[in-house]
């Protein structure tokens, strides 16, 4: 696996094995704003007393949160500006906890340079444990 450099990166130099990675420790504070931003206030994700009597014993983020961190590398990272989610599959492991660091990374497993589509195997991680896994479909739009 090759680390990429931040940065827009042409379709032609895209190629299977290309990863990049993107880390974040989840606060109470991104939980709180990003139930405020998609209208979900489970309480599973805002409310301690409710959480402690559930099967993860406190708060968890929103899953979509962590999967949120795809689209900042692909928006940002490879391919970069410019190209545009085509879809998405996610499978949730494990809860994600408040302190917790997130690891979200994808790599490129196939490239069809003709309709401009590149694929990923995406996977966020808490330590070495999976939290999610998933693949994804970019399709990177013709320069000019």
């Given at each position: 696996m090759t680390e990429v450099a931040l940065g827009s990166i042409p379709l032609e130099e895209i190629y299977p094995?290309?990863?990049?990675?993107?880390?974040?420790?989840?606060?109470?504070?991104?939980?709180?704003a990003f139930a405020g931003i998609s209208g979900d206030h489970n309480p599973v994700h805002v409310s301690e007393?409710?959480?402690?009597q559930s099967r993860f014993g406190k708060r968890i983020a929103h899953g979509l949160?962590?999967?949120?961190?795809?689209s900042a590398l692909f928006g940002m990272r490879l391919p970069g500006p410019g190209c545009l989610y085509v879809?998405?599959?996610l499978q949730?492991?494990?809860?994600v906890y408040i302190n917790d660091t997130v690891v979200a990374a994808v790599e490129v497993?196939?490239?069809?340079?003709?309709k401009r589509r590149v694929f990923f195997k995406t996977e966020c991680k808490v330590g070495v444990k999976k939290v999610i896994?998933?693949?994804?479909?970019i399709y990177i739009p013709p320069q000019g």
């Open positions: 094995g290309m990863t990049v990675s993107y880390s974040q420790t989840i606060t109470d504070a991104d939980i709180k007393t409710y959480a402690e949160m962590s999967a949120g961190f795809f879809s998405q599959s949730f492991k494990r809860p497993t196939k490239v069809d340079r003709e896994t998933g693949e994804a479909e």
